[in-house]
């Protein structure tokens, strides 16, 4: 009896579908355009990744989604209608506009700063001579032939 | 019990504040006896967690319902290894594993050392039991494990517990959390040698030559610690991916990256005695982010899942970290003098500035990584709107900074120390920079076209080159001399500076990994609705459902999908893809099919039971290019690492070509 319980259990759970129909993931546009857009179940994943049961949001979403797409509706119409429903947050990165510029900037421009410091101290932690380097001293024979034999030993040392 | 456990847990707060006290106070007035004192406080604040992690473990074990945390995160069906490994699967128990891992780095270092640096060890403590009585703080009065369910005045035991949530009841997620721990914890530790060295006002680099193991052995660990939640990820989640970008996820990556730049930049210190200030941010960077990545965890400011949920502790370590960072931008600022560099750059094209180069990249994806994290934070508090930065975001910004930093990979350990010649330059390069190119070529004519991936496999192959030349120079030579095979050459190269040719397999195995990300860009999925006898194709793939089954454990139902795989017209396997629901939290997890193969993986889930037609299975088939390669490329990281660790053969002086008098002398002469 209790194993029979437990069977009608896991029929009843296992036999919640993704949407009822058919299932919208079998469409490969709405898995393509399902990554672009988060599930709102806290998992974290897209819409097309989140892999919970009866989800309360993955569900119904993808199931308008494919209708979205049956519709013929464009890419850049069912984002926005999605974002008009659920606010920004639903887009998996921010919008390239306005203030949220900035989080798309900022790494590179942090990148670039920098390198421009590095640069900045590598020049002022350059020897004096060899920033400026005398062209003078290079030219003597001597000097060259001493050059060439620190070199040959440093490559040796390393 | 849970009496005894949670004096044992108040008697080690009490004690790490006697030892913080008495170690400081010993230093200061010169008292050796109080020292001594700490250092036995040190060891007894070990034997009091051990005893109250014992407690709660042997709780666990034996299903004592009337404590709050094993009925919250185990039941009596469980699996006795994951009753056991519940003890990190929660907020309280979890940072009572992050106390006695503490307790125990602390106890190993203060024995280890009780003979040596006796002007930094008291110091060392004081760090040390600083960030063990926070974590104290927490164990004791905030989130303590023993607290029991109460109803009115008495202890009530619940029937049975409500599990630990199914997605943890995997091998893999058993060691996960430890390995990371044992990463996050041990970064505590070259930090407190760091910070006693400023405070001592220590001249030399005695705390990185002492710290330099250490800080392997801990990197190593957060290694395997990121690796096996990425392994787990894999294998359990179901969509087949490793890596999600999640808040926590790159929590524990951003002292990874931080103690990477370190590893690298302390050999400008050793070998130079460079780069003294950074060193010492970067080392309490690591700590800090360290300190951040548990915040990050315990808070809830962030919405992960992994998170333990929200709770009121995240003001408790902004804290910390407040304090934290206070207390060593202060000791660095006040002991700049102790921090001069001793030499200067005698080139750009040198093996000093590209480590330079090394770690600016290293810190900006830190940067780009914590800051896509904290980014939906900061545009709700200004903006007051919400927005997610998710995958797509991090995967666009970070691939161009870490092919990047591939490159540098490559070309770093060929550029000498001082200058480089062109000559040598292109002595070094010419022939991985051609095999690079010649493969690129290749590519493009057999068909792909995806630039990053064209960019990466060449960098590979272009830094694999450099690697491998660069053991067959050596091992010429020395086979040469030595009339030995070239095998026995390359050990015998290896052994004689294992940092170096340790830290080149170390690459190397980056660049297996690089390789397996790749494959990334070649996935191909679908998902299908077939019943018994039904057939599904997938790229070279033919699949048919050979029988669906279903069964019954104490623990969970399981239901299962037998699919034979063809290809070609031929039988080669059969996967089992399988889904459960625990009976006790009434959650579902998925045991994915996965046939790894070198060149690619298949991998089936399945998600559910069709509605539509009731005897159709719902079956997400994928295929992932090259990802094995990220593990193995693992493999080889890990011995490496392990390599770098061996003492080398020869003894290798650091002879440093100047020293500060040098310096200045040079700069009058120029005056």
Same mark, same amino acid.
């Given at each position: ?77 069912? &984002? ?20 949220? &510029? ?57 | ?111 280890? @050392? ?9 110091? $060392? ?71 006693? !060295? ?80 950074? @060193? ?38 902004? #804290? ?77 910004? @970070? ?40 493969? $690129? ?43 030995? @095979?070239?095998?026995?050459?390359? $050990? ?28 990334? #860009? ?43 795989? !063809? ?24 045991? $994915? ?45 890990? #011995? ?32």
């Amino acid at each position: 009896m209790r194993r029979l319980k437990s069977r009608l259990l896991l029929a009843a759970l296992l036999a919640a579908t993704l949407a009822p129909g058919s299932t919208p993931l079998q469409n490969p546009e709405v898995r393509r355009i399902g990554k672009k857009l988060g599930c709102q179940c806290g998992c974290q994943s897209s819409l097309t990744e989140c892999n919970m049961l009866q989800c309360h949001f993955a569900d119904p979403a993808r199931a308008e989604l494919l209708r979205m797409v049956d519709s013929g509706q464009s890419e850049a119409g069912i &984002l926005k209608a999605f974002v008009d429903r659920y606010g920004k947050a639903i887009l998996r990165e921010p919008p390239t506009e306005g203030f949220f &510029l900035i989080g798309w900037v900022m790494p590179f421009v942090a990148t670039a700063a920098g390198a421009v410091f590095l640069w900045w101290f590598v020049r002022r932690k350059l020897r004096p001579e060899a920033a400026a380097a005398p062209a003078a001293e290079l030219s003597s024979e001597a000097y060259a032939r001493y050059r060439d034999r620190i070199e040959k030993d440093l490559a040796k040392l390393d | 019990m849970e009496n005894l456990g949670a004096l044992a847990v108040l008697l080690a707060f009490c004690l790490s504040i006697y030892a913080v006290l008495s170690s400081a106070v010993g230093a200061l007035k010169k008292k050796p006896f109080l020292i001594l004192s700490a250092e036995r406080a040190v060891y007894s604040i070990w034997i009091l967690l051990t005893l109250a992690s014992g407690l709660l473990v042997y709780s666990l074990l034996t299903g004592d319902m009337r404590l709050a945390y094993v009925a919250g995160r185990t039941n009596h069906a469980m699996p006795t290894i994951y009753k056991f490994t519940a003890w990190w699967g929660g907020q309280e128990g979890s940072l009572l594993f992050w106390s006695w891992i503490l307790s125990s780095y602390s106890a190993v270092v203060t024995w280890t @050392n009780r003979r040596k640096f006796r002007q930094m060890m008291p110091w $060392v403590i004081v760090v040390l039991m600083s960030t063990q009585c926070f974590f104290l703080i927490l164990n004791a009065f905030v989130e303590s494990p023993f607290q029991v369910l109460a109803v009115g005045k008495g202890i009530i035991a619940a029937e049975d517990g409500r599990g630990l949530s199914p997605l943890l009841q995997y091998w893999a997620m058993a060691i996960h959390p430890p390995m990371l721990y044992l990463g996050y914890v041990g970064f505590v530790v070259p930090f407190a040698f760091a910070m006693s !060295s400023l405070i001592t006002r220590q001249p030399g680099d005695a705390w990185i030559h002492t710290t330099r193991r250490w800080t392997i052995v801990t990197w190593l660990f957060q290694s395997c610690g990121i690796i096996l939640g990425a392994g787990w990820a894999y294998a359990v989640l179901g969509w087949g991916g490793y890596w999600g970008w999640d808040p926590v996820e790159n929590a524990s990556l951003l002292p990874w990256i931080t103690a990477t730049a370190f590893l690298h930049s302390v050999m400008m210190q050793e070998k130079k005695g460079m780069m003294k200030v950074w @060193n010492m941010a970067l080392i309490s960077a690591t700590f800090l982010l360290c300190i951040f990545g548990t915040f990050l965890t315990r808070s809830g400011i962030v919405s992960s899942v992994h998170a333990f949920g929200v709770s009121a502790i995240g003001k408790y370590f902004v #804290a910390f970290i407040a304090i934290g960072l206070g207390a060593s931008v202060y000791l660095i600022l006040s002991r700049l003098d102790y921090l001069k560099s001793e030499a200067r750059l005698e080139s750009v094209v040198s093996r000093e500035s590209s480590f330079l180069f090394n770690n600016l990249i290293l810190l900006a994806s830190c940067f780009a990584v914590l800051w896509g994290t904290l980014f939906p934070v900061i545009t709700e508090a200004i903006m007051g709107e919400k927005v997610s930065v998710g995958a797509p975001f991090f995967n666009r910004v @970070n691939i161009p900074i870490g092919l990047f930093l591939l490159f540098l990979t490559g070309v770093g350990p060929l550029i000498a120390w001082r200058r480089s010649s062109l000559e040598s330059l292109k002595r070094a390069f010419l022939w991985p920079s051609v095999a690079a190119v010649l493969l $690129v070529a290749v590519l493009i004519v057999a068909g792909i076209r995806h630039f990053y991936a064209l960019m990466s496999f060449g960098l590979c192959l272009f830094v694999a080159a450099t690697i491998v030349s660069e053991f067959l120079k050596g091992s010429l030579a020395i086979a040469a001399r030595n009339n030995m @095979n070239l095998v026995r050459a390359m $050990v015998e190269l290896t052994h004689r500076n294992t940092r170096r040719y340790g830290g080149y397999i170390v690459h190397m195995g980056i660049v297996l990994m690089f390789v397996g990300f790749t494959g990334a #860009a070649f996935n191909k999925d679908d998902t299908v609705e077939v019943g018994t006898g039904e057939t599904f194709r997938l790229g070279k793939y033919e699949m048919k459902v050979r029988e669906i089954q279903d069964g019954d454990t104490p623990n969970y139902m399981w239901q299962r999908a037998v699919v034979d795989i !063809s290809k070609g017209g031929e039988q080669i396997g059969t996967l089992r893809p399988e889904r459960r629901i625990y009976k006790a939290s009434q959650e579902p997890n998925s045991i $994915v099919g996965i046939r790894r193969r070198l060149n690619e993986d298949l991998y089936l889930n399945f998600a559910s039971m069709s509605q539509s037609s009731s005897d159709k299975a719902i079956i997400q088939a994928f295929v992932f290019p090259l990802v094995s390669w990220i593990w193995i490329g693992f493999g080889v990281l890990f #011995a490496g690492s392990i390599i770098c660790l061996i003492p080398p053969k020869v003894r290798l002086q650091y002879a440093r070509t100047e020293v500060v008098g040098v310096v200045q002398k040079h700069a009058k002469v120029e005056k």
